[in-house]
């Protein structure tokens, strides 16, 4: 059995994270696995580290590429849909879809595989209909229910802008027209292209922006940190603070400074900062790490996390009942700070009142603030992970059924 695991659209290495234990598991049984990833530097756990060869029963090949717009004024454009969201990485323009789709008929002709599971690739999922079965997975942001108009992204959010209406409609034509040029079916809505034959979707109802709109039920994430324990608030350090952030994120200098300014002491890890940066804001009782912390043994100890609101780092902190500053960057990142604002264990700063002395202001005020805690602790005990292997043996299970 050769199953083909497509990764197109995302930052960060979530996608890859719900890859490796799915596609570890089929290699075990004597499936081969061929990788294709739209950023192959990730690419490092599937690897041999002295030779970067693939590990054995996997294969690595390049994914199709969209040239995602790098300019700083894309994030003020506003995204209520789904559809707004593919918009604004280029997914209307109709000839680079059909390029895209025809490089995506290209992998499938060189890999040939028996079954596709496809994160967050809607041209792999269009180029594989009625060629080869194909399993999508992902977490609740990326896959809204099929079978309707998209709806908000927003939970507190009823209806629709026209505009992300307008946006819907331009997309789905855009993939029919490709559909069509190769005799094709169409589909009828454009959240099918984001669902397989067989879907899975990993997340946690609180922090699923679908959730009021689902018929099936949600699997509980299996590539969640696990293994963490909360602290009592005396326990922890006074003025502990850990600091996680991105490298790219807009305000990670303005983060580093309020912390300074704020006096407060921990550890920090930021993706991708340079070390000669590193080097000038550790110091003062703030180490800088440089390279990614065990949430498990970080998050207890300290007395406030601070990060962009990432799903897994948001989750993590709720775990260790570890109040919250969230600095979200992204509109998946606002709608995964509001939902863990909503029970009382965070404070989300505004995009647009983020500034050195305003965090650090909220940064002393969150230390000392044992209601916040307490209402951390109250949220950490709702957190219900489930049985982490069983989203994947589900998974494992459906690709060998289609493979037949």
Known sequence: MRVLFGWEFGAGLGHLTRFRPIGDRLVAAGAEVVLALQDVDLAGPFLDPATARPRPGYRLLQAPRWQIPRDPAIRKIPTHSFADVLRLVGYGHRSGLAHRLTAWEGVLDTARPDVVVADFSPTLRLAARGR??????????????????????????????????????????????????????????????????????????????????????????????????????????????????????????????????????????????????????????????????????????????????????????????????????????????????????????????IDVKRIAGAIRALLQDRSRAVRAAAAASTVNLGDPEAGVAAVVEEVRRLAG
């Open 132 to 353: 080869t079965p194909c399993v999508v997975i992902g977490n609740g942001y990326t896959i809204p229910p099929a079978g309707r108009p998209m709806p908000p992204i927003r939970p507190w959010q009823d209806t629709l802008e026209a505009f992300s209406v307008d946006h819907e409609a331009e997309l789905l034509e855009a993939a029919n027209a490709a559909l069509r040029a190769r005799g094709s079916a169409p589909i009828g809505h454009l959240a099918d292209a984001l669902h397989g034959e067989a879907t899975f979707v990993f997340s946690l109802p609180l922090v699923d922006p679908y959730a009021r709109y689902r018929t099936a039920p949600t699997l509980a994430p299996f590539n969640m940190p696990r293994g963490i324990r909360p602290m009592t608030w005396d326990d922890r350090r006074p003025d502990g603070v850990f600091l996680y952030l991105p490298g790219s994120h807009t305000h990670v200098r303005t983060a580093l400074q309020a912390l300074a300014e704020a006096g407060a002491a921990g550890e920090a890890y930021v993706a991708g900062l340079p070390p000669a940066a590193a080097r000038d804001f550790a110091g003062a009782g703030l180490v800088m790490h440089a390279e990614p912390q065990d949430f498990a043994a970080v998050m207890p100890a300290a007395r406030l996390v601070i990060h962009h609101g990432g799903l897994s780092t948001a989750v993590a902190a709720l775990m260790a009942a570890t109040p919250q500053l969230i600095l979200p960057w992204n509109l998946e990142h606002l709608v995964t700070a509001r939902a863990v604002e909503a029970t009382g264990a965070a404070a989300v700063a505004p995009a647009d009142r």
